[in-house]
């Protein structure tokens, strides 16, 4: 048996050094504890949303080390601050790999942030949960994709605005990188599919307000019938208070945005988003057993003000499937827990969700929603159960002709 393991030694599930040819690795599983890494942006333009990631990753972790760990191991949390910056999410990432000797890490937001730990993950042959939607177009042996994939919510949006709203003109709003501009592109293809034009496309760098106000007026002059909106971050304050300050209403043109959840409502202004559209997987105010319970959960963990999202839900479901992953493994090596993926399930507070083997995904069922007076958001259309993963869109004619990484798709 091996005390603390040195970075460079592979380690198996008796703390024996292993040589297996792959890239080697120090997690140590030798003693009666197992390290996990939890990246989250604690400061910057990101922190108004992934604070409370990383308090509903924390919650995951608690409640399985009170009942007894994974495989009779304490999850040891080791935490960093990815900063809103992708650069620091790398950095961070590769010393929790490489220091730390975590066996997986839960975290990241923006697509910008993914993208740059990629090659940290692959190179390392590493583990990484990430809880966030995403443009798709990517599907790493090294990733877990916890949030929805293009199919499972960008898809059904557009569903929904053609078939329930009866759009037949869309502006596209976002932040200036990967996740906005590809989900563009991707409504882009839709959209001349589905006889919807797509009348302008504007976009803002992460975090910035200077060019909002424009923006807006844009928008407002624009005539479209509704806004597709891929802001992140602290933009999409000035973008409702801009909104409303030039009289647009949901009645008049309203947005359907897909990166404000619970938690990001106050911080904006329920005044502002009342009637306005989310399209995500999750709600607060999602009716069943396994909600109640998770929502109760985190009110006594953070307070009775406190609130749940997508983001927040799919993280913590996260720890829960790695969790399921090792223990049908009975390893935590990683390519152990890659080959007993596919089939792993949790019921979890959105409901029952399977992970894919092939693509990292998970299903997960596509719920349109409503912001109400009181800052939750009301579910109005939901998919006819889980929707099986597709981030390469390979089930979609309009989607050949687009650009896709041959490393994936």
Request: glycine share 10%; net charge negative.
């Amino acid at each position: 048996m091996l005390g603390t393991t040195a970075c460079g030694s592979r380690v198996d599930d008796t703390g024996e050094a292993a040589a297996d040819g792959g890239v080697e690795s120090c997690v140590d599983t030798s003693g009666d504890s197992v390290k996990i890494g939890l990246l989250n942006s604690m400061s910057g333009t990101m922190s108004i949303s992934e604070t409370t990631v990383r308090r509903s990753l924390e919650l995951a972790v608690e409640e399985i080390n009170a009942d007894g760990g994974v495989l009779g191991k304490q999850l040891e949390v080791v935490t960093e601050d990815g900063a809103s910056e992708p650069t620091i999410f790398a950095e961070r990432a590769t010393k929790l790999i490489q220091s730390d000797c975590v066996a997986a890490v839960f975290g990241g937001w923006t697509s910008s942030s993914r993208k740059a730990m990629l090659p940290v993950f692959e190179s390392n042959d590493a583990l990484l949960f990430y809880p966030v939607q995403y443009e798709g177009l990517e599907a790493s042996e090294n990733i877990f994709y916890t949030g929805a994939t293009t199919n499972q919510q960008i898809i059904p949006a557009l569903d929904y605005l053609k078939d329930e709203v009866g759009v037949t003109s869309l502006h596209l709003v976002g932040s200036d990188y990967v996740f906005p501009r590809t989900a563009n592109a991707i409504i882009t293809a839709y959209a001349e599919e589905n006889g919807i034009e797509i009348v302008g496309e504007d976009y803002e760098p992460l975090g910035s307000t200077e060019g909002i106000q424009t923006i807006v007026n844009r928008v407002q002059s624009s005539g479209a019938d509704a806004v597709f909106n891929t802001l992140n971050g602290d933009s999409n304050v000035s973008f409702f208070t801009q909104y409303a300050n030039v009289g647009l209403t949901p009645e008049t043109m309203p947005v359907l945005s897909v990166s404000i959840a619970e938690e990001e409502v106050p911080g904006i202004g329920v005044d502002k988003l009342e009637g306005q559209y989310t399209a995500w997987n999750y709600y607060q105010t999602v009716d069943s057993p396994e909600n109640e319970q998770f929502v109760t959960a985190f009110k006594e963990a953070y307070g009775d003000d406190a609130v749940t999202s997508d983001p927040m839900e799919a993280a913590y479901t996260s720890v829960y499937l790695w969790k399921g992953m090792v223990e049908k493994a009975e390893s935590f090596d990683v390519a152990d827990v890659q080959e007993a993926a596919d089939g792993v399930s949790f019921d979890a507070p959105e409901g029952p969700v399977t992970v894919d083997g092939d693509n990292h995904h998970i299903a997960k069922t596509a719920l349109i929603g409503r912001v109400n007076a009181d800052g939750l958001i009301d579910a109005v259309w939901s998919s006819d159960g889980p929707i099986d993963p597709d981030p390469c869109l390979e089930g979609y004619d309009w989607a050949s002709s687009m650009e896709k990484d041959e490393t994936y798709c």
